[in-house]
DNA sequence: ATCAGTTTGTTAAATAATTACCAATATATT
DNA sequence: AATATATTGGTAATTATTTAACAAACTGAT
């Protein structure tokens, strides 16, 4: 990595996996480079909003030529630090906590699920694929035993808060919530909500939104 | 609702669930008032922010006194459209499918799910809850019939772009996108995307960039 | 009723993000 | 080797978003 802009803002950090995803594309089409314009045209930016989100990184193009396909998305990986091994739990065994076992999107993203764990003991036991449901209060031991450090909480937004204390106080550092509330948490814990329900509720208001419009014309 | 600004920002529409959000939770503790700047003060938002916000789709406060919390929460609700009743189909039953089918929070958001749609003849005809599994090629003849408008896509990225074809060929108007891929639509159909993937990514890199910072000092 | 204290809605200022521009420098062609 | 063409990286201009400021208008207490 050549340099690294001190602070670079969300916005650019939410691009780069769209940026990986279609680099990695291209490099599976067998596409050896490719200029910031014709990019931006794939992924419906302009060129410069990409051409200044990669320079915040460093300088992986070349005048008179573009980027390198393969080598920009390598670049991007070691950005995300989609190499770095990072062991998961997943807490919550119920229907969303299954999915997000199964989820195939960890592959290639250095993250790996090493158990999960829930309060109802009709789960405890059960194995999802090779992942075993443990009882939650085998919990800080695992986490201390088997160096994990990220937590995915999957329990009902009742349970969330309660378990994000439990996770920071066996010294995990990162969360990815899934439960519709917010996570207050020590500060160098980092938290990645996914809001379901906020996806949702915008998706409702622009229909909503195209109604009116519709109704206006 | 009074007025509605023409061209509000999909920063603003992005916030509005979390103050929906919010403001129940405020209803429900027994909190009748609130001013934008206690308000800001729970979100970890400005005062300004808020009633900027707030202002483009109407006064709802009123000076000295700040915001009745019922009435808001109400006309947010209606700014969002979670009165307005939409009934959806998932096509894609594996276990994200699955997931989703039993979330909970279509209650209250005007969404109802009305049925299940896979091509795996292992699946179809199971049951998840109360919502059938059917086979995808009677899907056409569903949404005709049962007024779907919401097409809610769990299938793998490879199938997603023909399902979101035959969706938009028979006619529905707004979909949810589960799959890692962007879906190409007719321009008055509405797509929003849960990118788990780049949520992941977006993880792995803070996480990557905390132990930059820590190996700087 | 009056007055001090609040708090809004709105306008202005400041900050952040995106887009346009262009010199520098590469490639490709003759 | 010379020249035309392409394309970057960085800077400047523009646009969007957030924050600050404040007159107007309400509440609540005396």
Redo the contacts with the bound molecule.
């Keep these: 990595m050549d340099k690294i802009k001190i ?1 670079v ?4 950090i939410r ?1 780069l996996p769209k940026y990986y995803r279609y680099l990695d594309e291209l490099v599976e089409k067998g596409i050896t ?7 931006g045209k794939i992924l419906g ?11 915040c990184f ?10 390198n396909v393969r080598e920009l998305r390598d670049e991007i990986a070691n950005i995300l630090g989609l190499h770095k091994p990072n062991n998961a739990i997943i807490v919550g065994a119920g229907n969303l906590g299954q999915a997000i076992a199964n989820y195939s999107g960890f592959r290639g993203s250095g993250f790996v699920l090493k158990a999960m764990f829930d309060i109802n003991p009709r789960l405890v036991g059960i194995s999802i694929g090779d992942i075993k449901i443990m009882d939650i209060d085998d919990m800080g031991e695992f986490i201390e035993n088997t160096d994990i450090n990220v937590g995915i909480i999957c329990t009902p937004k009742e349970g969330a808060q309660s378990v994000a204390k439990r996770l920071t106080g066996e010294g995990i550092k990162a969360i990815w919530n899934f439960a519709p509330t917010d996570l207050e948490v020590p500060e160098n814990v980092i938290v990645e909500n996914v809001q379901l329900s906020e996806s949702l509720m915008v998706l409702a208001y622009l229909m909503n939104e195209r109604d009116r419009m519709e109704n206006a014309q």
Tied chains: 1, 2.
């Design positions: 602070n803002s969300m916005a650019v691009r480079r490719i200029s910031s314009k014709e990019f930016f302009t060129a410069s909003q990409i051409r200044q989100d990669l320079n460093g300088g992986f193009g070349q005048q008179g030529y573009g980027y």
